[in-house]
């Protein structure tokens, strides 16, 4: 037998892979370096008065979603409604009157960074979003 | 390999004591973890009123119409952001009007006298000391509080609304639709509740937390009286001493905590 096999076509196959190679790793290459950057979430003034959350900014980051979580357990099935943090301040334990008394640009602080990461709670269907304002 | 039966029986005895001495291990090992308590805490407001069973006594003697309800019925509804919506399946309600014998149908009376066939009755979720809807529900999205409230608890509920079907009272609606549009004045401070999810009255949790009577109760002139049912000093057990009172659908055995003086 012949070990020389011909190539059929060879240059409108390999053409086809480059084109197709290219066509494939397209996203990759086009998005590169300009992964969209993690937004800055934005304090009020009133936060900026206060310095500090009800945790260190590290875990508010991580662990919001749990404190929000013991939060309503405890207030809606042990009635306790006061949080100490560590250093002794206390804290009415409300989505509304607390986080987003501080937070009160909500949509610059909690919405840009849950659409950054793509979560969207769906607190605000019942919680009031701008409890600071008059009614809509 | 060929075991004997002898070598595997020991195995098997030495490890079912290895298991029976696991929880007994753990307890010993859980004290050191509860040790180092954190730092935060959590608690209840000094002022919060405190009962066993909170209990209500409405005295029917002191309505006439139901113009008198009305302002009751409001503040309730208003502090709470309960959408007034007129289609009569769809209306949520946590605090209503009823005329007697829709109130009391158990309550058999050929002759009623004038002044109760005529005279609307103040109703509402009657906290039963033994409520049938906490066990219908699934979820234990409904329960029973420590202090004998009968609360809804709005991130478990899904909407099956076994606890409607349970209840005997009619004390629970359901969102068949957005509630918002139909909130006339939002109060900011109390969340609204979506479609498809289960309510009724909290009996004002949120109000007794920081120390005040429910707003029902605050807006009745004295007609309604709020307090608690084990202490046999509270207003409403000094009241139930003094007066006859009914409850409804008394029969069935759940144990309703409101009281009506007729």
Redesign the interface.
Known sequence: MNNTRTFYDGGKVITGLVIFVVLVTFPFWYNHGKAAPAPEPQLTEKAKAEKACIRPKNEMKSAHMQILNNWRNNVVRNADRIHETADGKRFEMSLSNTCVDCHSNKADFCDRCHNYVAVNPYCWNCHIDNPKETSK | MKKSRRSFLQIAGVSALGLGLKPVADLVAAPAEHGEA????????EA?LKAKQWAMVIDTRMFESAADLEPIIEACHKIHNVPSIDHPRHEIKWIWEEEFKHAFPTQELRFLPERIEHLPFLVLCNHCEDPPCVRACPTKAT?K???GIV?M???RCIGCRFCMAACPYGSRSFNFRDPRPFIK??N??F????KGVVEKCNFC?ERL??GQMPACVEASNGALTFGDLEDPESDVRKLLSENFTIRRKQALGTGPAVYYII
């Open positions: 954190p730092a935060e805490r959590v608690l209840k407001n919060a329960f509080r420590e202090d609360l608890d709005f991130h004045e939002t900011l401070k969340p609204t509740r979506m949790a937390a920081v």
